[in-house]
């Protein structure tokens, strides 16, 4: 009788902990979309000037402009993923701060709605997809943290807090999935190969066994369980979304004869239309890469006038901690503290897109490393 009480308690256990999963989710989400507005120092683009006759032709040349505050807490993911990756290289995964990660996402949802919520349409799409990830990344590193933080801090004392084989491996597995998520959607990323690599080339070793054996299994279930997760959110994807865009059209101005010189340093840029001696509209690889050559180009002397149709933009840098906005054509949305890092701060912050030839040197000859522009 005793057995068959302990088995019911165990299946109404079971049985609860999903449905207060989705309970706690949704009070997340509830708080996050309750904070009071952000007045925004600039005006959104004119919806006339989102489409000007220079870029007619031109196909995808416009996106949303809200995209650019709802991209950065997406990207938060990636700024945590490569954090986690960057503290394993040293240290154990039982120190890392999954939870604090956690908080810092929704506290970025909150504040970009926040800030878009009384100048720009609800925008149900970026909504829902931050809400899908978000609550995917937020059970993640609960689980992980929970697991990390108990048996696995016990199965660390046992090895006295020394890194096995199976650390390592983990620890290059998680680098080669942060330089991945900078330049392709996580889904594409194949755990399959990290599942078969843990057991066809990390040695087995006797030593520290107790550590080993666990994090065989754990690193095994891991990997298994994510693979399986990203070929169905892949499937979803292109079910429901399509094929993403896989460039993003800027309208630029060039130096007086410099032009063929500016866009012949950047070999992966397309261009779209030629708008003259001086302009153009060129598409620009996303993701990491978008940041990359929009730089490569404004330090040879190009001027944005648009990007996706836009002239506002979202961008975010590391600074050290007590840094301080350096120019009135900036308006900080957000600051976090590095977690694993307590000495450097990420700031967001929103600008005019004819400014950033101007505001990116500038925010570098203050301190800042810039991370990331938010292309919608």
Request: glycine content about 6%; some cysteine.
């Amino acid at each position: 009788m005793r057995l068959l009480r302990t088995r019911r308690a165990l299946y109404l256990l079971l049985r609860a902990i999903p449905i207060l999963i989705v309970l706690l989710l949704a009070g997340i989400v509830a708080f996050s979309l309750s904070s009071p507005a952000i007045k925004l120092l600039f005006r959104p683009t004119p919806e006339a000037a989102r489409h000007p006759g220079k870029a007619a032709g031109v196909a995808n040349y416009g996106r949303d402009e809200v995209d650019t505050f709802y991209t950065y807490p997406e990207w938060y993911i990636v700024w945590s993923y490569q954090s986690k990756a960057d503290f394993q290289q040293k240290s154990l995964p039982s120190s890392y701060s999954y939870f604090g990660d956690i908080g810092q996402f929704w506290q970025a949802y909150s504040r970009m709605y926040a800030a878009t919520r009384n100048v720009y349409p609800f925008a149900t799409g970026d909504h829902i997809m931050l809400v899908v990830i978000g609550s995917s990344f937020a059970v993640e590193y609960t689980l992980k943290g929970l697991y990390e933080k108990t048996i696995g801090r016990l199965s660390e004392w046992t090895s006295g807090n020394q890194m096995v084989a199976e650390d390592k491996y983990a620890a290059q597995v998680a680098a080669n999935y942060a330089a991945f998520v900078h330049m392709r959607p996580f889904y594409e990323f194949h755990f399959r190969h990290a599942l078969y690599g843990l057991w066809r080339y990390t040695p087995f070793r006797a030593t520290h066994l107790l550590r080993t054996v666990e994090r065989r299994i754990w690193l095994s279930l891991d990997y298994a369980v994510e693979s399986v997760y990203c070929e169905l959110i892949e499937l979803a994807t292109h079910a429901t979304y399509g094929f993403e865009d896989v460039n993003t059209a800027a309208w630029i101005e060039f130096p007086a004869e410099a032009k063929q010189g500016v866009l012949g340093r950047i070999y992966s840029d397309h261009l779209a239309k030629d708008l003259g001696p001086t302009a153009a509209i060129v598409e620009i690889p996303r993701y990491q890469t978008f940041t990359t050559d929009a730089r490569t180009l404004m330090e040879a002397g190009a001027h944005f006038r648009q990007i996706a149709g836009n002239e506002l933009i979202v961008l975010s840098g590391v600074v050290p901690s007590g840094w301080t906005n350096p120019a009135p054509n900036l308006q900080l949305l957000l600051s976090q503290p590095v977690l694993s890092d307590r000495t450097k701060t990420r700031v967001v912050l929103l600008t005019r897109v004819p400014d950033l030839h101007e505001t990116v040197p500038l925010l570098e000859s203050h301190g800042m490393a810039i991370e990331h522009l938010y292309d919608y």
